[in-house]
């Protein structure tokens, strides 16, 4: 079982990252805006002109934490990952998969339907939640008619029919 951890994301411009003990330390201006423990972060991303320290980077390579640079608007820079990990046996089994028509036909219909659940769960909760502000009865009539693609989905026996 994997332990969900949290991403801290940077957004004061020209702050610093740096590494104190076991701590990510943000500092602006050489004040210290927040401190957080180390082991509770799965990744790090920064907006602007923020810096980090090489230790940092190295102890987020070490631990596979995430160090991700993006601009201000949020366009890539450049990240610090760390070693990759990797799992040949479940590579060649995916590839398997991707080769087998039925196999992954099987799984691109289990994420169809899924996202299609997923819409309209969305759908029907903004009809509890907002019901006075929206138009309820076309939201249901959407509802329906994702219900009827969930079934044409399912009764899909090759991509060629999708199309």
Not at 139 to 146: F, N, Y
Request: glycine share 6%; aromatic share 6%.
């Amino acid at each position: 079982m994997r332990k969900l951890l949290n991403t801290l994301y940077v957004t004061t411009p020209d702050a610093y990252l740096s590494l104190d003990g076991e701590n990510v330390v943000v500092l602006k201006d050489e004040e210290r805006l927040l401190r957080v423990p180390i082991h509770n972060l799965e990744g790090v991303v920064t907006f602007g002109y923020t810096g980090a320290s090489p230790a940092l980077m190295r102890a987020c390579a070490d631990r596979g934490i995430a160090l991700s640079f993006l601009s201000a608007h949020g366009r890539f820079l450049a990240s610090v990952i760390g070693e990759t990990q990797g799992n040949v046996i479940l590579r060649r089994a995916q590839f398997r998969a991707a080769d087998d028509e039925k196999q992954s036909m099987g799984i691109a219909r289990n994420i169809l339907i899924g996202k299609l659940h997923n819409s309209r769960w969305v759908l029907e909760r903004s009809t509890r939640d907002y019901a006075e502000r929206l138009d309820v009865d076309r939201i249901k009539l959407a509802c329906r008619q994702i219900m009827e693609l969930v079934q044409e989905v399912q009764d899909v026996e090759s991509y060629g029919a999708m199309l």
